[in-house]
């Protein structure tokens, strides 16, 4: 009997235990105002500061999101610029409360790094691109064989490239920095025949070329890029909130929820609308999730839906210009999809 008490007590407190560490994350950051959010050293169209010195990019955005999710203010955000190294270690100490910088989604991130990636913003892959007036000729990355290639290291870039050139029986000469403005000077100063990132990182760093119009991307696309943000494991409301945010994005895309109107979508007939914005009666979505049951209305008012974010960021509305492709929502033959809200 006693044995069977002390089991009983140890499970509770355990369990006690549990519940205060699932709120931490959440805690200290309503302690201190605002999201840590950890962003690159500046990439166009997903993290980079802009003349006025304010973030901008689809992953500056989504933090803005969370921030809205959570104190119903997209403002109320702080950002740490990390380079690929500092990245992982900068969420592991608790550095930043989650990290929004086109970042590979991997098995060995999920599990020996032990984060938690909340789902994929951004569904890219691995390119190449050229300086076409020094390599005349060159259309295809198969005919790289012998080249320098400039690359970060510590990224998954840095593996792919090996596995491609291996696989493809071709020698190649790695040209390899730590900070990407560090492999952006080299390859702009000429040290390099060609750049390897993701494919649409690469469409951002020709626009900061001295000669942007002399570069060409070539058409290979060598891996599978899915872009997320991540927090730590062991922490699953704060994995919930950030998680549902991303979900809320393009949940309010499909549903045809703008930044414009979401003060009138309040007002629809539509039963799925109003639950999503909080207005069903009795709904609870919010307060289950640990934040206000407007929460989605918040996220929208700040960055708009997902296409709007992906549209003034990288998109049509953007210098870069990229198609939506199979970042657009699944009803239009894209692989965005998220679960209902209910």
């Known amino acids: 009997m006693k044995n069977s008490v002390k089991v009983i007590l140890g499970a509770a407190a355990l369990g006690l235990l549990a519940s205060a560490a699932s709120a931490a994350t959440l805690d200290d950051v309503k302690k201190k105002g605002f999201v840590q959010c950890g962003v690159s050293t500046g990439l166009a169209g997903f993290s980079a500061p802009n003349d006025k010195g304010d973030w901008t990019g689809i992953d500056a955005d989504f933090c803005r999101a969370v921030a809205a999710a959570v104190f119903g203010d997209g403002t109320k955000v702080k950002f740490t610029p990390l380079s690929a190294k500092e990245r992982f270690t900068a969420l ?10 086109n970042t590979t989604w991997t098995i060995n991130r999920d599990t020996a790094l032990g984060l938690n990636f909340v789902g994929v913003t951004y569904y890219d892959g691995q390119g190449f691109m050229i300086n076409a007036k020094k390599l005349p000729g060159v259309n295809s990355a198969l005919q790289l064989s012998g080249a320098a290639v ?5 990224t998954t870039t840095e593996l792919n ?12 000469n790695p040209v390899v920095f730590e900070k990407l403005e560090e492999v952006n000077a080299a390859y702009d100063a000429g040290r390099c025949d060609a750049y390897t990132t993701d494919q649409s990182g690469l469409y951002g760093i020709r626009l900061t070329l001295g000669a942007p119009d002399d570069h060409v991307v070539l058409p290979e696309i060598i891996s ?14 704060w994995y919930h909130i950030v998680k549902w945010t991303y979900f809320a994005l393009l949940s309010a895309e499909e549903l045809g929820i703008t930044q414009a109107n979401v003060d009138e979508m309040k007002n629809s007939g539509s039963p799925e609308i109003k639950r999503v914005l909080g207005t069903e009666a009795d709904t609870k979505i919010g307060t289950d999730l640990g934040v ?13 839906n997902y296409g709007e974010m992906f549209e003034k960021n990288v998109g049509a509305g953007s210098p870069l210009k990229i198609a939506r492709g199979i970042n657009a929502l699944w009803t239009k033959g894209g692989l965005q999809y998220a679960p209902p809200i209910r």
Request: hydrophobic share 35%; aromatic share 8%; with cysteine.
């Open 92 to 101: 592991q100490s608790g550095e930043i409360d989650v990290l929004s910088r």
């Open 150 to 154: 400039c690359v970060q290291s510590g």
């Open 161 to 172: 490239l090996a596995d491609y050139f291996k696989a493809n029986k071709m020698e190649y």
């Open 224 to 237: 599978k890029e899915p872009l997320g943000p991540a927090v730590r494991q062991g922490d699953d409301q």
């Open 292 to 304: 206000s049951n407007d929460w989605v209305v918040n996220v929208v008012k700040a960055v708009g």
